[in-house]
């Protein structure tokens, strides 16, 4: 355990960070999940909705470093693909 103050601080402001983090890519996951159960499901409408909120999600995350940009186009861009080849 740090014993500096500001050694500390750093401690608990990561403790929040990493919650963050996790929440978001937890929240992303479950809409990727949606959007995949959706195409199976042949419900094309929620697919598209879902894949804008799915691609907005990721693009805010990308933005707070949650995760990397190349990575969030990659996974936009992977959905797209499978949301055209189903229509």
Known sequence: ???IK?????I?????KTALNKARKSEIKTY???FNKALENGDIDS???LLK????KLSRASAK???HKNAAARKVS???KRLNQAV
């Open 1 to 3: 355990m740090a014993n």
């Open 65 to 67: 470093n949650t995760i």
């Open 78 to 80: 992977r959905l797209a």
């Open 6 to 10: 500001s050694a500390k601080k750093r």
């Open 53 to 56: 909120i799915v691609e907005k």
């Open 12 to 16: 608990e402001v990561i403790k929040v």
């Open 47 to 49: 697919a598209k909705a």
């Open 32 to 34: 990727i999940t949606k």
